[in-house]
């Protein structure tokens, strides 16, 4: 009897666990559209579909990824929205990694014009929204990770690009 009750408590845990699986999925560089193998620096233009999935976490879709020659330059705009995403580049050494912010798909804070003149900020919830992202192809680049960023809720990795 006893060993039907665990039997049946690792079988529970064991779904449970596997509805919070991150989401994984492959990119060859080198079958990337425009990708110039020639090319002394690469950059990477990727779009990222997130959607609202079952339950609270996100689900996220790599659907379009385009390679452009040249070198980034650091023109990111601050990130004011607690809700954001994290992407971040990982190499085999870890102080070539530096985080790139930005405002949540999802969770978007629009300035909107009222019949007086005045704007206000309102707040926006989608099912459904696009994340471009730019990101020097470096040497050693090995995978791109997305984390969620809530407030008063724990950095949640929502998705793994790896790169070969």
Request: hydrophobic letters at 40%; charged letters at 25%; one cysteine or more.
């Amino acid at each position: 009897m006893m060993c039907k009750i665990y039997f049946l408590l690792v079988m529970i845990i064991g779904v449970a666990l596997t509805g919070c699986k991150t989401a994984e999925s492959t990119l060859s560089i080198r079958q990337v559209r425009n990708f110039d193998p020639n090319a002394a620096n690469h950059i990477l233009f990727l779009d990222f579909k997130i959607s609202k999935g079952k339950g609270k976490m996100e689900t996220v879709e790599l659907v379009n990824a385009v390679s452009g020659n040249g070198k980034l330059r650091n023109l990111t705009a601050p990130v004011h929205s607690p809700y954001r995403i994290i992407v971040i580049p990982r190499y085999p050494v870890n102080d070539m990694e530096n985080e790139l912010v930005f405002e949540h798909p999802l969770y978007k804070s629009v300035e909107v014009a009222s019949e007086d003149g005045r704007l206000t900020k309102q707040n926006l919830n989608a099912k459904e929204g696009i994340l471009s992202v730019r990101i020097q192809n470096e040497n050693g680049l090995k995978k791109i990770e997305l984390y969620s960023i809530m407030p008063g809720k724990e950095n949640i990795k929502i998705y793994t690009l790896n790169l070969e």
